[in-house]
Nanobody
Framework: QVQLVESGGGLVQPGGSLRLTCATS????????VAWFRQAPGREREGVSCISNKDDSTYYADSVKGRFAISRDKAKDTVYLQMSDLNAEDPAEYFC????????????????????????????WGQGTQVTVSS
């Protein structure tokens, strides 16, 4: 069964940092574009970052740009989301998702709250990892 597995969530103080990990069982994550999404209670799912499988180009939502960094460890077939300077807007369940095929790419869209991230199509999702920001 193809599955993504997120880890690394937890409780952090405002201004703190966390690193989320997205790993896989059942397929080679390196072959796919991968994005991170988050969803807080009562809010729609938001795409915050994406890394392309073609050239490792990275994309960020306006709300996290300069604070979050997405990367791959190709030897471990893993994608990371390094989150820094966490604030009250960041608490949510964080999910990673891969494209349906290796041709899927990162995409962006605009709302009144700024630019957000998505994928051109969706394959696998993880079960999520909770991020809480509190003093």
């Amino acid at each position: 069964q193809v599955q993504l597995v997120e880890s690394g969530g937890g409780l952090v103080q405002p201004g703190g940092s966390l690193r989320l990990t997205c790993a896989t069982s059942g397929f080679a994550l390196n072959a796919y574009t991968v994005a991170w999404f988050r969803q807080a209670p009562g809010r729609e799912r938001e795409g915050v970052s994406c890394i392309s499988n073609k050239d490792d180009s990275t994309y960020y939502a306006d709300s996290v740009k300069g604070r979050f960094a997405i990367s791959r460890d190709k030897a471990k077939d893993t994608v990371y989301l390094q989150m820094s300077d966490l604030n009250a807007e960041d608490p949510a369940e964080y999910f990673c998702a891969s494209g349906l095929t290796p041709e899927a790419q990162c995409d962006t869209y605009e709302t009144r709250s700024g630019r957000w991230i998505t994928l051109t199509d969706f394959g696998s999702w993880g079960q999520g990892t909770q991020v809480t920001v509190s003093s």
